[in-house]
Nanobody, 128 residues
Framework: VQLQASGGGLVQPGGSLRLSCTAS????????MGWFRQAPGKDHQFVAA????????YYADSVKGRFTLSRDNAKNTMYLQMNSLKPEDTANYSC??????????????????????WGQGTQVTVSS
């Protein structure tokens, strides 16, 4: 599975961005996909994830109500609409995929080590 993320950029506080992550290759094996972010000197932080077959969507408390994860099955693409952006949202955002036959439980989706494939990151900078 290959993952291609895009959509990052520089935005003012309160602004919006939409990130995209397109999967290719053996996509039929994907059971979960997620977004993580990493600020300089910090660990990967869970942002949002989706159970790819079952459709459940989950968010970190820090982005709930501001970020929306969606997908286009036909395009094997996951989106992250980010509204009301704050300076603390500044980070490198990566998408990742879990593969396997079973639907992952929620706690699995939260952990970066659960993911089998990672795309390259896209930088989001929120600054005036």
């Amino acid at each position: 599975v290959q993952l291609q993320a895009s959509g990052g950029g520089l935005v003012q506080p309160g602004g919006s961005l939409r990130l995209s992550c397109t999967a290719s290759g053996r996509t039929f094996g994907i059971s979960g996909m997620g977004w993580f972010r990493q600020a300089p000197g910090k660990d990967h932080q869970f942002v949002a994830a989706i159970k790819w077959r079952a459709g459940g969507i989950y968010y970190a408390d820090s982005v709930k109500g501001r970020f929306t994860l969606s997908r286009d099955n036909a395009k094997n693409t996951m989106y992250l609409q980010m509204n009301s952006l704050k300076p603390e949202d500044t980070a490198n955002y990566s998408c990742a995929a879990i593969t396997g036959g079973s639907t992952p439980i929620v706690s699995t989706l939260w952990r970066s080590e659960s993911y089998d494939y990672w795309g390259q990151g896209t930088q989001v900078t929120v600054s005036s």
